[in-house]
């Protein structure tokens, strides 16, 4: 069983930035696809970005968050992260990560672990 953690997040106010971490201790991040989504309160749980396996060198992020925010990986620390800039009230929500073996990287069904979850809250 794979146990994805996460920390980061917090409150902040709009305009600002958070920096939210997932980490595995039992597996090797970097043999999954990582996705990041999100679920505001009363609302479906949508993506928010998605890095490859290994090199990390394929990114996708929903349109909604394109520029605004980054996904990364460094496989040395065994580390997925996504850097959220330009922060808006309606980024606010729960955060997950997720690690996917296959499938379609925009479909919350195709990630077989999930970390915790961690509040992003920001204020206008």
């Known amino acids: 069983q794979v146990q994805l953690v996460q920390s980061g997040g917090g409150y902040v106010q709009t305009g600002g930035s958070l920096r939210l971490s997932c980490a595995a201790s039992e597996v090797t991040l970097n043999t999954y696809t990582i996705g990041w989504f999100r679920q505001a309160p009363e609302k479906d749980r949508e993506y928010v970005a998605a890095?490859?396996?290994?090199?990390?060198?394929?990114?996708e992020y929903a349109e909604s968050v394109q520029g605004r925010f980054t996904i990364s990986r460094d496989n040395v620390k065994n580390m997925v992260y996504l850097q959220m800039d330009s922060l808006k009230a309606e980024d606010t929500a729960v955060y997950y990560c997720a690690a996917s073996i296959a499938g379609t990287w925009r479909l919350d069904t195709s990630y077989d672990f999930w970390g915790q979850g961690t509040q992003v809250t920001v204020s206008s």
């Open positions: 890095i490859n396996a290994m090199s990390g060198g394929i990114r």
